[in-house]
């Protein structure tokens, strides 16, 4: 993603409203260009939806959901780099994914060292024991034929059908779509495969797995998310000579003719700037609007996104009960188990771990005491050192709009980050950038928003001289 070039638009004032990843990004690019930077941010803190909180009971910090990213994440891990908090991350040399089936069955997705890509998934495929043999070399088969699909040349087509559906044309069968594809899809785009355009769960694969030895290596951070990121973010952003309005809520933006000239505080203040970046979710965005602006098709579209849920079950137990990192299940509700106690270095006889549910409609409607019925007996069943051990503390956190669905025919309804507003624009991970609602869709947004403010910045100035 090429920077922007400090030049002759430098120095003009910028307002970011939103202090996610988009907001940040955009705001740290705008400043390393040159330009005054005004960030309002609702929350006292920063960070947006990669956030967590500090659990009363067990003094641990607690994320709102297990953030992960991948090899293939460029940007966002370049952004990290920048905030000076890589150290508080990690990420795997090699890409090692244990998947356990109910029957306690383990096979390891991982990349072969020696083998170059694509073939480094090769021996994966062959003994991936959660398919049989006959499976495995038709998995394998269509891996290839998805390896070879031009998704730019078949955009149309690609969006407008459902990923299940296209492998099923392309030979693949049930058993492999749910024990193998569904796997990968259902946390990386936050909804199952039948419900994901078959162009982004294509691109997950193109872009991840089969990208490179280390396109899906998985990273996450080693401490609670805004730790991460909150003060760092901070920190940079006033070397660099920002200015923060945490706490702050943006209530309506103020045009005159056809540009944005103020953004009025819920305080009544107004900051007026040259140009707005409005990085907040895409059904926060028309409140900030006049009312017949919210109405152009152009923001208007943006309401027809659809978020989906990610709940998170935080069990504390007395003992430890697992051993690795992070483990995936097939044919259990138990999607993905992260080992919090190892990830973030706590000391103690007992163990915090996190389940991780995806497209979890079923689990955001149901009760706590549910829950907890259901997913403790199943964690026993999992884990056999879990049968004896005692629950110290249980926690559901529940995101209903965690991100937005990539369903067939949503690729229309996001954004560019350019508007028809000449002096507003537009970033947050909904808008335009070619990734799934992600840290890494959030940051690149971040940094098109910004370079297309100032190509509206050197456009405006070219009007003026006229
Ligand atoms: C539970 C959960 C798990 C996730 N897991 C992953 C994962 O594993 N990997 C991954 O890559 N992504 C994951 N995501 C998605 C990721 O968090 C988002 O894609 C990313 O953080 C979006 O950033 P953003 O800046 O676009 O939006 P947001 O983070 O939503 O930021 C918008 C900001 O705008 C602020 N705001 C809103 N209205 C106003 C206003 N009027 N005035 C001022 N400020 C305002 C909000 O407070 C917020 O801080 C997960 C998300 C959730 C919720």
Redesign the pocket.
């Known amino acids: 993603m090429g920077a922007i070039v400090p030049g002759e638009t430098q120095g003009r004032r910028c307002v970011v409203?939103?202090?996610?990843?988009?907001?940040?990004?955009a705001a740290i690019a705008l400043l390393d260009a040159g330009h005054h930077v005004t960030l309002?941010?609702?929350?006292p803190f920063?960070?947006?939806?990669?956030?967590s909180f500090v659990d009363q009971e067990t003094g641990q910090e607690v994320?709102?959901?297990?953030?992960?990213?991948l090899g293939c994440?460029t940007a966002?891990m370049a952004f990290i780099k920048r905030l000076g908090v890589v150290d508080k991350t990690s990420i795997q040399k090699r890409l090692s994914i244990p998947v356990s089936s109910r029957d306690g069955r383990t096979s390891v997705i991982s990349a072969a060292p020696w083998l170059p890509s694509p073939l480094h998934l090769l021996p994966t495929s062959l003994t991936y024991r959660h398919l049989t043999f006959g499976e495995r070399l038709n998995t394998l088969r269509v891996m290839l034929r998805l390896m070879r699909t031009d998704r730019w040349r078949q955009t149309e087509q690609l969006q407008a059908q459902s990923f299940r559906d296209w492998l099923l044309v392309h030979g693949e069968r049930e058993g492999a779509i749910q024990r193998f594809w569904n796997v990968i899809v259902l946390?990386?785009l936050?909804d199952d495969i039948a419900a994901v355009s078959a162009d982004m769960g294509i691109m997950v694969f193109q872009g991840a797995l089969l990208k490179g030895r280390h396109g899906a290596d998985v990273g996450?951070a080693r401490v609670g998310l805004t730790a991460l990121l909150s003060d760092a973010a901070q920190r940079v952003v006033k070397a660099a000579g920002g200015r923060m309005l945490l706490g702050?809520?943006?209530?309506k933006l103020h045009m005159d003719g056809d540009r944005v000239y103020g953004a009025e505080l819920a305080s009544g203040q107004v900051i007026t700037g040259d140009v707005f970046v409005a990085?907040?979710?895409w059904d926060?965005l028309p409140?900030?609007l006049p009312a017949e602006t919210a109405q152009v098709p152009f923001f208007a579209e943006a309401q027809h996104l659809e978020g989906a849920p990610?709940v998170?079950i935080h069990i504390w137990y007395d003992r430890r009960v697992m051993d690795d990192e992070f483990a995936a299940f097939v044919d259990s509700p138990v999607q993905w188990v992260f080992n919090k106690s190892r990830i973030q270095g706590l000391a103690g006889p007992w163990q915090y771990v996190c389940i991780?549910l995806s497209g979890a409609w079923e689990y955001a409607t149901m009760g706590k005491e549910g829950l907890r019925q259901l997913f403790t007996k199943e964690m026993a069943h999992l884990f056999p050192k879990a049968r004896d051990a005692h629950v110290e503390r249980f926690i559901v956190?529940k995101?209903l709009?965690?991100?937005f669905r990539s369903k067939p025919g949503a690729e229309a309804f996001r954004p560019q980050q350019e508007t028809p507003i000449l002096n507003l624009f537009l970033?947050?991970?909904?808008t335009q950038t070619g990734w799934p609602?992600?840290?890494?869709?959030?940051v690149r947004?971040?940094q098109l928003a910004a370079q297309a403010a100032t190509r509206g910045l050197a456009r405006q100035q070219t009007l003026a001289a006229q």
Request: proline share 3%; net charge neutral.
């Open positions: 409203i939103g202090g996610g990843l988009a907001g940040l990004s309002i941010e609702r929350r920063l960070g947006g939806r990669a956030y994320d709102n959901g297990q953030h992960v990213f994440c966002y946390p990386t936050n996450y702050s809520a943006v209530a990085a907040v979710p926060a409140k900030l990610i998170g991780s956190v995101q709009a965690a991100t970033a947050g991970d909904w609602s992600t840290m890494e869709s959030a947004s971040g």
